[in-house]
């Protein structure tokens, strides 16, 4: 069963519809008690990382999808979802976020973008991927962001990276955790296929 975060972030519809093309097998999840039940777990999210985490917290969902990520069960984190693996943004000021991966979320430096470059990064743009399992039959896919702030994070766990002003991270993997900064509910054929892969692992 796979699972997919409702926590009041948006875009849960669309993420929903795109996996029930490829299993049925796919719910919902509200309660913190629903988490350690599923076999994959997907993280969505639009919006602020501060409102976030604090919805993380006060729900109770937070501590379960530590747990699940430690069960070493699959778990996917989109656009903010996967800005929130991290262990910090500085998005409205400090805040912390799950810690799952080493690393930060900083918004765009201006300093280092050519002057007519608009923030947020808006649109299609491609990710030059490394060889890893969520790429299986994608070679350098276009998808559709839509964000301010991005992560840093050790080379290690990037799996992805995608140029706006200058070169950012824009997937990671670190074990069982997966995270992408554009949309695949939103990509079309490329971004389908990345569900597809994580729905296969």
């Excluded at 875009?11 to 988490?35: G, H, R, W």
């Excluded at 262990?87 to 979320?105: A, H, M, N, P």
């Amino acid at each position: 069963m796979l699972g997919i975060i409702d926590y009041n972030m948006g875009n849960l519809a669309s993420v929903y519809n795109a996996c029930l093309k490829f299993t049925k097998d796919v719910k919902i999840v509200k309660e913190p008690d629903e988490i350690k039940n599923l076999d994959k777990l997907i993280l969505p999210g639009v919006g602020a990382y501060k409102d976030a985490m604090e919805h993380l917290e006060s729900s109770g969902l937070k501590d379960e999808i530590i747990n699940f990520a430690n069960s070493k069960k699959p778990l996917l984190g989109i656009c903010l979802g996967m800005q929130l693996l991290f262990e910090s943004s500085e998005e409205f000021g400090y805040t912390k976020g799950l810690s799952l991966i080493e690393g930060q979320v900083v918004k765009f430096d201006k300093n280092r973008m050519e002057e007519d470059l608009k923030i947020p990064h808006m649109g299609w743009n491609r990710i030059i991927n490394k060889q890893n399992p969520i790429f299986k039959d994608l070679k350098n896919p276009y998808l559709y962001f839509v964000h301010s702030y991005h992560a840093k994070t050790k080379d290690e766990y990037v799996i992805g990276e995608t140029t706006y002003g200058y070169t950012f991270v824009s997937a990671v993997n670190k074990n069982n955790i997966f995270g992408f900064q554009p949309h695949p509910e939103k990509s079309h054929n490329n971004g389908l296929k990345i569900l597809e892969n994580f729905i296969n692992l």
